[in-house]
Every structure is written in structure tokens, then in C-alpha cells.
């Protein structure tokens, strides 16, 4: 094989099963379209029917939709039943999900912590947990969670956010311990800051959306097609050797 074709094989996703959370919308919704784009059927996940039933119809390839509630753990195992259903089993799986209450420390909830820690947290490992047992036994898998600029910084208003991103950043070093041995490789992106539902106020606000490109390293903030070099490389071959890192996918926000 020339290295060209080796190159391409090692990102080739066709045969490959994939299930994204938080396919609806934002960068959940743009990694859905990627990967069936790619060759893999994809089995989209979310709150929202009829925001699915859009993606479904812009992305190429076999797709599948499964409504649910992430942020409620008491059916995620049922949930690892549904999303095996169509394709079978997934090799690859994509927690991008998410919430930001964007509550001060004073103003956090109780109600509003166990929403946040249960949807960006507990869901990714509860719901991989429940799927990593074909992965074994095919001995071949990708984990992909979604870390943030508040995995390793902290931001006004983000208590509860930050506190599970930071979450998000152990947890996928300690579920890469856990399941590499196996061929099961876990990795997380951590994207600056890009124009979603999540970042809408903050995109509201001009001079605020350009104070934050200004501290990038490359002056910008990220466009949705930043993501899928970065998200490809996690989801294939290619990265066979990389497990237990978080990639940040920030344009050097945090090189600064």
C-alpha cells in the first residue's frame, strides 16, 4: 500500500458505527454531519424531534434518530439498547451534548448544579459504560467527550460549568486508563469559542464575541469546520496511539 492510500484508510470511517449526542444543534450537529459525510452511519441523539428530523435531512449517508433526555441517567441503559438498534453496536462515540446555566457562584441551584453535572458529566461515562462491551470485544474503538475552555480556566458565571468540564478533562484521562488496554481509545476536544445555541449571548454582543478573538493566538474565533480535521483524527485509525488527551480546538486561547 503507497502511503497515500495508507493515509487515507487510516481516516477512512465507511463500516464504521457512530452515535453523537447532542446532534441537534451546534457542534454536536456539525460532528453528526461529519462523520456520516465521512462513511459512517451515524445514530444522532437529542431533546428535540423535529431538530433531528432537520439534521437528518441535511446529512449524507445512513442516519438514525433517537429522542431522549440526556440529562435524566435513569434510562440511559435503555438508551444503549435504542442507538444499538439501528446499525448495530456504535465504534464510535461522540459526547457533545451539553449545558451552560451560566449561574454566578452566588445564584447556583441545587436543581441547576444536578442538570449540569448529570448532562455534560455523568451521562458520558454512564452512556459509554453501557457500550464500551462490543468495543471490547471488537477490540476497536473511539470515545470522543466534549472538555472546554473551562476545563482548565475559570470564567464569571460558569461555576457549575466549569466545575464539569473540569470534570470532563479527568474523566476522560481516567475512562483512557480504564478501556485503551482493550483498543478502546478516549479522547477529548475542547473548543474555543464558536458561534452555537450554547454561545449565543456571548456572539450578541460584538465587542465581546472580538475581546475574545483577541485573545486567541490566531485572532479569530472558531467556525464550524475548525472542528472536523481535529474531530476525524479522534474518531479514526489515525490517532491508534492517543488516548487520555485533551485536544483544544481554541485557535491558542489558551496558549496565551
Not at 25 to 39: E, M, Y
Not at 85 to 92: A, C, H, S, V
Request: proline share 4%; charged share 15%; with cysteine.
Amino acid at each position: 500500500m503507497s502511503n497515500a492510500a495508507a493515509i487515507q484508510t487510516a481516516f477512512d470511517l465507511r463500516g464504521r458505527v457512530a452515535c453523537v449526542t447532542g446532534a441537534s444543534s451546534g457542534l454536536g450537529r456539525r460532528a453528526a454531519l461529519v462523520l456520516a459525510a465521512a462513511g459512517a452511519k451515524v445514530v444522532g441523539v437529542a431533546r428535540r424531534a423535529d431538530a433531528l428530523a432537520d439534521w437528518q435531512a441535511e446529512a449524507a449517508g445512513d442516519t438514525a434518530a433517537v429522542t431522549y433526555d440526556l440529562a435524566d441517567r435513569s434510562g440511559l441503559e435503555a438508551l444503549a439498547g435504542e442507538v444499538s438498534t439501528p446499525f448495530g453496536p456504535p465504534d464510535i462515540l461522540v459526547h457533545a451534548a451539553g449545558i451552560n446555566n451560566r449561574q454566578v457562584a452566588d445564584d447556583v441551584t441545587p436543581e441547576g448544579w444536578d442538570v449540569t453535572l448529570n448532562l455534560n458529566l455523568a451521562a458520558p461515562f454512564f452512556l459509554s459504560q453501557h457500550l464500551v462491551g462490543p468495543m471490547k470485544a471488537k477490540r476497536w474503538g473511539r470515545i470522543v467527550n466534549f472538555a472546554s475552555l473551562q476545563t482548565t480556566r475559570a470564567f464569571p458565571g460558569g461555576l457549575s460549568y466549569g466545575a464539569s468540564k473540569g470534570g470532563v478533562g479527568q474523566l476522560t484521562r481516567a475512562m483512557a486508563e480504564a478501556w485503551s488496554a482493550f483498543g478502546i481509545n478516549v479522547n477529548a476536544i475542547g473548543p474555543g469559542f464558536f458561534r452555537t445555541e450554547l454561545t449565543a449571548a456571548v456572539f450578541a454582543d460584538p465587542a465581546r464575541a472580538a475581546r475574545n478573538a483577541a485573545q486567541t493566538c490566531m485572532g479569530r474565533n472558531g467556525e464550524p469546520e475548525d472542528l472536523d480535521g481535529p474531530l476525524m483524527f479522534l474518531c479514526s485509525e489515525a490517532s491508534a496511539y492517543v488516548t487520555g488527551q485533551v485536544l483544544m480546538v481554541d485557535g491558542g486561547f489558551t496558549a496565551k
